[in-house]
C-alpha cells in the first residue's frame, strides 16, 4: 500500500433523472495510482470521465448519486483514508483540500462570482482549517504562492468576472494546491484555454510535481497528444468504464483495446515521419447509458468481435505489465 497514493474499488455511481431514468455513468472502475505519478484519464466525451473525478472527491451532489466501491487515499504518515466510509464533517476537515483537491473542467464552478478571490481563499481555509482569516491576512500567507503562478497579489483583491480565462484558471490552481493536497484531480483544464496558455498550464503543473508540492496527479482529457506531454501512464475510459491501463507510449505505439487503438487510428500523426498515415474513425457510436448493453460495452463498433463479446462482460486482466478488459486476451473465449 506504501507505494500508492490513491486506490479505487468497484465504484459506481449514477445519475437519476425523472427525465432521462438512471444514467449508469461510472459503472465498477477500479485502478490505483503510484506515489509522484501523472496519470492521464482519456476517453470520448460523455464516456465518465468528469463523473469519476467528481467521485474521486467523495462528494455526490444530485442528481448524481454514489452506487458503491471504495476510494482509498493514503496518507504521507501511511494512514488509510476510505473516503466514502467517511461522515461529511470528516472529509471536510481532513480529506478536501489537504488530500486531495478537484478543479472543475469550468473553473467559473469554482469560484463564487458574488466572493473577491481574498474572501473565497479565506472561506476555503476557514473551512478546511477551522481558522478565520482577515483579508489583510490572507494577503500576507497566500501572496508569494499565487505569484509563483504568475499572479500578482492584486489579484486576491479582484472578483472572478474582473480575470481573463487564464489567470482564473491559475487562481483556482493556487487555491486548490496552496494546503498541498497528495492528490491533484483536473478535469480538462486546458479545454478553453489557448495554445500560449495551455503550454504555461502544463509547465506550471510539470514545475509543482517536481518541487513535490503536489505528489500525484490524475490530468483527465480528450487529448491525448497533449496527455503525452505530461503523463507516465494513461488510463482508457470507454461508456463508463476503464477497458486499459498502460504506459503512454503503449497507448500510443501499441494499444491493446481496440477502442484504445480506434481512439489512436483517430488521431492526426504525432511524429514527423508518418505524416502520411492515414487517419482512421471509429464506427458507430457509444452506447446509451441509461440502457447499457450486455457483454463488452464496446462490441457493436469493434471489429474483432466474438460470440463470447455480446454476452459476457470482458475481466480485467494483467497483460505484460498492464491492464486490459478484452476477450481478445482472456483466458475464455
Known amino acids: 500500500m506504501s507505494e500508492y ?31 509522484r505519478e501523472i496519470l492521464g484519464l482519456a476517453g470520448e466525451s ?23 466501491g471504495n476510494v482509498i487515499i493514503i496518507g504521507n504518515d501511511g494512514r488509510e483514508y476510505n473516503i466514502w466510509q467517511m461522515s461529511g464533517e470528516e472529509l471536510r476537515r481532513e480529506v478536501l ?6 478543479i472543475p473542467q469550468s473553473v467559473f464552478d469554482a469560484l463564487d462570482p458574488t466572493q473577491r478571490i481574498r474572501d473565497f481563499m479565506a472561506m476555503t481555509l476557514e473551512e478546511r482549517t477551522g481558522v478565520k482569516y482577515s483579508g489583510e491576512e490572507i494577503r500576507k500567507i497566500v501572496g508569494e504562492h499565487f505569484e509563483r503562478l504568475g499572479l500578482s497579489i492584486d489579484v486576491l483583491d479582484r472578483y472572478p468576472h474582473e480575470l481573463s ?3 482564473r484558471q491559475r487562481a483556482v490552481i493556487a487555491i ?21 496558455s495551455q503550454k504555461r498550464l502544463i509547465e506550471l503543473l510539470i514545475s509543482f510535481h517536481k518541487d513535490r508540492i503536489i505528489d500525484t496527479i490524475i490530468f483527465a482529457s480528450h487529448d491525448i497528444t497533449l496527455l503525452r506531454q505530461l503523463c507516465q501512464r494513461i488510463a482508457i ?14 497507448i500510443i505505439y501499441d494499444p491493446l483495446h481496440p477502442y484504445t487503438r480506434g481512439l489512436i487510428e483517430s488521431l492526426l500523426p504525432l511524429e514527423e515521419t508518418i505524416k502520411k498515415k492515414k487517419i482512421f474513425g471509429i464506427p458507430g457510436a457509444p452506447p ?14 469493434c471489429g474483432q468481435k466474438m460470440d463470447i463479446c455480446k454476452i459476457k462482460e ?20
Not at 177 to 195: G, M, N, Q, R
Open 5 to 35: 497514493s490513491l486506490i479505487v474499488q468497484d465504484l459506481k455511481g449514477r445519475y437519476y433523472s425523472a427525465v432521462f431514468g438512471v444514467v449508469y455513468a461510472v459503472d465498477g472502475v477500479s485502478f490505483s495510482v503510484k506515489k
Open 46 to 68: 460523455g464516456c465518465g470521465k468528469s463523473t469519476l473525478l467528481r467521485l474521486l472527491t467523495g462528494v455526490a451532489e444530485p442528481p448524481l448519486r454514489y452506487e458503491g
Open 97 to 102: 483540500g489537504k488530500l486531495i483537491s478537484y
Open 165 to 167: 480565462g487564464g489567470m
Open 176 to 196: 486548490s494546491t496552496y494546503l498541498k493536497p497528495i492528490v491533484l484531480l483536473l478535469d480538462e483544464p486546458t479545454s478553453a484555454l489557448d495554445v500560449s
Open 237 to 250: 475510459m470507454y461508456a463508463g468504464k476503464i477497458v486499459e491501463i498502460a504506459n503512454t507510449e503503449d
Open 288 to 301: 446509451i447509458l441509461t440502457a447499457p448493453p450486455a457483454g463488452c460495452r464496446f462490441h457493436s463498433r
Open 314 to 333: 470482458p475481466p480485467f486482466i494483467e497483460q505484460d505489465g498492464r491492464f486490459v478488459s478484452c476477450w481478445l486476451y482472456g483466458e475464455e473465449r
